[in-house]
């Protein structure tokens, strides 16, 4: 009763801040409780004849993907085209997967935007959509202002004001900008930061951030298949692969070979993967992705224009990348 009047006593001002410092306290509480390790696809975006986002077709891709022993789905990453989606899609895309997929199955959301205003704003959204944690990629339009003071400036607003905790994203083949180390260092710190998915591929940065941020509990997820293996080697929890949107299962062995120790077995897998992954990603990007995926029984379909088809050099070359390694 005491507790009740002093509380009413308050300046209203004094409440909110009060109440602000509490919700603050929660967020960072569960940020610290999550677990990101395990496997998560950056799932494809499906479309129709006419390039309108197809639900039907992302729901059913889902109920695969729902049977695949995942830790939870990459959406809006750089593989579901979200630069080419409008903000109404991107947050229209995260609730259907939310409401279709399994609630023990962790959400991630792609949030990032050029200003730090506005990936605040699709940071509730997606939190609001039912995202659980956010993927937030490096600004990169200004890429030579984006030294590692204006970088830390803009990830701890995002995670200061996020109602659920913030994975970094370094993505530098298509920011042109790779996150510096000191930046990461620093914002691991931060009680509402995760991790990091390193998309790079130097394994050496990757052991080093794990090596420096060893005492924030910071989470760092291999970017891809194609150095999953050694990313667990240097103490990466897990990976976001774009090929797991195609051999799901065979990431998630490869996953349970590394944590279980089981290394000559995982380096057989590892290397069969390397090929596919490599025609996936870089070589022939998303539109091989999205090919690839027709071919295991997913819904891949097209581009959403001005990415364009594979040639039929590129769809024969794809085919032996996958038929080479005894995927196809």
């Given at each position: 009763?005491?507790?009740?009047?002093?509380?009413?006593?308050?300046?209203?001002?004094?409440?909110?801040?009060?109440?602000a410092?509490?919700?603050?306290?929660q967020?960072?509480?569960a940020a610290?409780?999550?677990?990101?390790?395990?496997?998560?696809?950056?799932?494809?975006?499906?479309?129709?004849?006419t390039?309108?986002?197809?639900?039907?077709?992302?729901?059913?891709?889902l109920?695969?993907?729902a049977?695949?022993?995942?830790?939870?789905?990459?959406?809006?990453?750089?593989?579901?085209?979200?630069?080419?989606?409008?903000?109404?899609?991107?947050?229209?895309?995260?609730?259907?997967?939310?409401?279709?997929?399994p609630?023990?199955?962790?959400?991630?959301?792609?949030?990032?935007?050029?200003s730090?205003?506005?990936?605040?704003q699709?940071?509730?959204?997606?939190?609001?959509?039912?995202?659980?944690?956010?993927?937030?990629?490096?600004?990169?339009?200004?890429?030579?202002?984006m030294?590692?003071?204006?970088?830390?400036?803009?990830?701890?607003?995002?995670?200061?004001?996020?109602?659920?905790?913030?994975?970094?994203?370094?993505?530098?083949?298509?920011?042109?900008?790779?996150?510096?180390?000191?930046?990461?260092?620093?914002?691991?710190?931060?009680p509402?930061?995760?991790?990091?998915?390193?998309?790079?591929?130097?394994?050496t940065?990757?052991?080093?951030?794990?090596?420096?941020?060893?005492?924030?509990?910071?989470?760092?997820?291999?970017?891809?298949?194609g150095f999953?293996?050694?990313?667990?080697?240097?103490?990466?929890?897990?990976?976001?692969?774009?090929l797991?949107?195609?051999?799901?299962?065979?990431?998630?062995?490869?996953?349970?070979?590394?944590?279980?120790g089981r290394w000559?077995?995982?380096?057989?897998?590892?290397?069969?993967?390397?090929?596919?992954?490599?025609?996936?990603t870089?070589?022939?990007?998303?539109?091989?992705?999205?090919?690839?995926m027709?071919w295991?029984?997913?819904?891949?379909?097209?581009?959403?224009?001005?990415?364009?088809?594979?040639?039929?050099a590129?769809?024969?070359?794809?085919?032996?990348?996958?038929?080479?390694?005894?995927?196809?």
């Amino acid at each position: 009763m005491q507790c009740a009047r002093a509380w009413r006593g308050l300046s209203p001002l004094l409440r909110a801040a009060q109440q602000a410092a509490r919700t603050r306290t929660q967020r960072y509480t569960a940020a610290a409780g999550m677990d990101l390790s395990g496997i998560y696809p950056p799932i494809a975006t499906p479309f129709t004849a006419t390039e309108d986002v197809d639900y039907q077709r992302l729901e059913a891709n889902l109920k695969r993907y729902a049977e695949i022993p995942f830790k939870g789905l990459v959406v809006q990453g750089s593989n579901g085209e979200y630069p080419y989606l409008t903000e109404e899609e991107r947050v229209e895309v995260v609730k259907t997967v939310r409401r279709s997929l399994p609630a023990d199955k962790l959400v991630m959301a792609g949030s990032g935007c050029e200003s730090t205003k506005a990936t605040v704003q699709l940071t509730e959204k997606m939190a609001a959509a039912g995202a659980d944690a956010v993927l937030v990629v490096t600004p990169c339009f200004y890429k030579g202002k984006m030294d590692s003071r204006a970088l830390i400036q803009h990830f701890t607003k995002v995670a200061d004001s996020s109602p659920v905790p913030v994975v970094l994203y370094s993505v530098p083949a298509n920011t042109g900008l790779e996150l510096p180390l000191d930046a990461v260092t620093q914002l691991s710190q931060h009680p509402n930061i995760l991790g990091l998915k390193d998309s790079g591929g130097d394994i050496t940065r990757i052991g080093l951030i794990v090596h420096k941020t060893k005492a924030q509990d910071f989470q760092v997820l291999a970017g891809s298949a194609g150095f999953l293996m050694a990313a667990y080697c240097v103490g990466a929890v897990g990976g976001v692969c774009a090929l797991a949107n195609v051999l799901g299962r065979e990431l998630c062995e490869l996953e349970r070979l590394c944590v279980s120790g089981r290394w000559e077995e995982a380096r057989v897998l590892q290397q069969r993967l390397i090929e596919p992954n490599a025609a996936v990603t870089r070589k022939l990007g998303v539109p091989a992705l999205k090919q690839a995926m027709e071919w295991f029984g997913f819904h891949g379909g097209a581009c959403r224009s001005p990415l364009q088809p594979l040639t039929e050099a590129e769809t024969q070359q794809l085919r032996r990348d996958f038929t080479s390694n005894g995927w196809l």
